[in-house]
């Protein structure tokens, strides 16, 4: 019955998405709007297989939520970081559709401004 695995593959499939998500949710901050946790949880998804910590310990987990912070950050704040950073996180992120980001002026903008 290829319709019975099928379908039991699906459901497979789909109990283990909820239960990625469920293992996320944990990391959401109490400050983070609906919006900027699923950008944010889609990041974590997307690269915890790549994150998990080893038997061992290690913190890979940590480092994954520090760069989903710095990213998220950056977005949705504003916030700047070292170039080197800042291109991994994005690069990270490439693909992630994020909506209606704010859009932000930063002081090295404005001091050009204010000396034109």
């Known amino acids: 019955m290829v ?5 039991s593959a699906v459901e497979e499939l789909v109990s283990g ?13 109490y400050s983070e709007s609906e919006k900027q ?9 997307r690269h915890l297989p790549d994150y998990r910590d080893p038997p061992d310990g290690g913190g890979r987990l940590d480092q994954l939520l520090s760069l989903s912070m710095v990213w998220a950050n ?5 916030c700047s970081y070292n170039k080197d950073l ?22 090295s903008e404005l001091m050009k401004k204010h000396q034109s």
Do not use: C, N, Y
């Not at 998405?17 to 901050?29: H, I, N, W, Y």
């Open 3 to 7: 319709g019975g695995e099928a379908a």
């Open 17 to 29: 998405v909820r239960q990625a998500a469920d293992f996320a949710e944990q990391f959401r901050s």
């Open 37 to 45: 946790w699923k950008a944010r949880m889609e990041f974590i998804l």
């Open 74 to 78: 950056h977005l949705f704040l504003g």
């Open 86 to 107: 800042l291109d991994k996180v994005m690069e990270m992120a490439d693909g992630i559709e994020v909506e209606d980001l704010p859009q932000f002026t930063t002081r």
